[in-house]
């Protein structure tokens, strides 16, 4: 199996080989120390405060699983400096205009949708025809990457930064040819929470993008309520031009922190979609493998894979025993089948309405069933892979999934 890095422009592929060199002799360029990062980022806004600082710990531990675990190839280490100075800029800059603007700080975020579940389960799908319904506002590529100033209705389809983003994630499919393939970007598109939560640092952007296992393992383990606190203020600041009735928020980590969302979001409403998870493993790994040799010329598809499976059984087994602990479970929540999404999904958004209380209208059922007619599938490629071009059985592995299983009838 090839993976992008042997694919990529020559260009690309001699600058890396540069890197390599230069590594030999012991320089490692662009610094990837988070002073370093700290001081570019003012340096570029001319701004200071960053706010609360408790996002300084995960900045300094991704920094150092960038340099000792990720491997990176210069074009990877140049892209995690833009990548890490960005999220930063982001936290001066809405820090900055939050002090500017008292109507951000009055913004309610109220009653919000999260569309939650394994990679691969419908998610996207799912999120997406939510984003129709015209009482629905969900954050978009372009705002959430370039949020100053926040988004105004009447330029939202016309906003010179959507042609802006647009450059740069076409250049992802140069880095990484047949992401799209896997999974579709847009500027225009609806955005993943991992985006928002990026600027404080303790993400799975940066999990799926990079081969940092230690840096995942430990953000596990941390209590997320300062990272949902900014994921709050990140949306009041999306709404604070325009506004709906409802935020639609999606991505698959959120199931590992359910009890940080609802002390956030009290009144949150919760789909959570299902899938047998060795149905998705190997459509996981090899997404991971390609994102990973983007910005690596030194991967192992096998490791990969065995952390993912370690990573997301991990996050099932957190979500459960969350979601098990609340006393509301049975109204908070809505379960989904992959296979139901895939049959009707028009009919199970249907039934979650009715569940949530939601109004489901004409306009919205409409604009939704519009979507499905033309959104091609396999648009950008289709995309091939096998458990065991990673290593991984159902014997071997399925017994990290038993209780999930169990529950949910795998």
């Known amino acids: 199996m090839r993976y992008p890095s042997a ?7 001699l600058i890396n080989r540069l890197g390599r060199g230069l590594r030999a002799i012991g320089i490692a360029v662009p610094s990837l120390s988070p002073q370093s990062l700290l001081s570019k980022a003012k340096k570029q806004t ?6 609360d600082e408790s996002f300084l710990p995960a900045l300094n531990r991704l920094c150092q699983s960038l340099d000792r675990e990720a491997k990176l190839s210069q074009i990877g280490r140049i892209a995690a400096q833009g990548m890490l100075i960005d ?29 939650l579940g394994l990679p691969r389960t419908g998610t996207t799908i799912l999120y997406e025809l939510l984003a129709q319904d015209p009482a629905h506002r969900s954050p978009v590529s372009w705002e959430v990457a370039q949020p100053m100033p926040p988004a105004h209705p009447d330029t939202f389809s016309s906003d010179p930064r959507i042609a802006e983003i647009e450059k740069v994630l076409q250049k992802t499919e140069i880095l990484a040819p047949g992401f799209k393939a896997i999974h579709e970007i847009g500027s225009q598109l609806p955005q993943e929470c991992v ?34 606190a900014w994921h709050y203020q990140f949306l009041q600041h999306l709404q604070v031009d325009y506004s709906k009735q409802r935020w639609v928020l999606k991505t698959p980590p959120h199931l590992a922190y359910l009890d940080a969302i609802v002390k956030q ?46 990573f997301f059984s991990g996050m099932l087994k957190a979500g459960m025993a969350q979601r098990d602990a609340m006393p509301d479970k049975d109204s908070r929540f809505f379960d ?22 939601f109004d489901f209208s004409t306009e919205a ?46």
């Open 7 to 13: 694919q990529q422009p020559l260009a690309i592929k």
């Open 46 to 51: 001319g701004l200071n405060d960053f706010g």
């Open 87 to 115: 999220n930063l800029k982001i936290r001066l800059q809405l820090t900055a205009y939050r002090k500017q603007r008292p109507e951000v700080v009055q913004q309610n975020i109220q009653r919000p949708l999260f569309v």
């Open 195 to 228: 985006a928002i939560l990026a600027s404080h640092f303790i993400s799975d952007q940066y999990g799926a993008t990079f081969f940092i296992p230690q840096y995942r393992e430990w953000t596990s383990h941390q209590d997320m309520a300062k990272a949902y």
């Open 265 to 310: 979001y009290p009144d949150a409403a919760i789909i959570q979609t299902h899938r047998d998870p060795m149905d998705v493993m190997g459509s996981i790994s090899s997404l991971s493998c390609t994102l990973h040799s983007a910005f690596s010329d030194d991967i192992d598809p096998m490791e990969i894979a065995a952390n993912e499976v370690i």
């Open 336 to 357: 989904v089948q992959f296979s139901d999404i895939i049959t009707d999904p028009i009919a199970i958004i249907d039934n979650l309405y009715q569940h949530f209380g």
């Open 365 to 410: 059922r409409q604009a939704m069933q519009h979507y499905l007619d033309h959104r091609p599938r396999d648009k950008h490629g289709t995309h091939q892979y096998t458990l065991e071009d990673f290593g991984l059985s159902r014997k071997a592995h399925n017994p990290l999934f038993q209780e999930y299983n169990q529950r949910y009838g795998f």
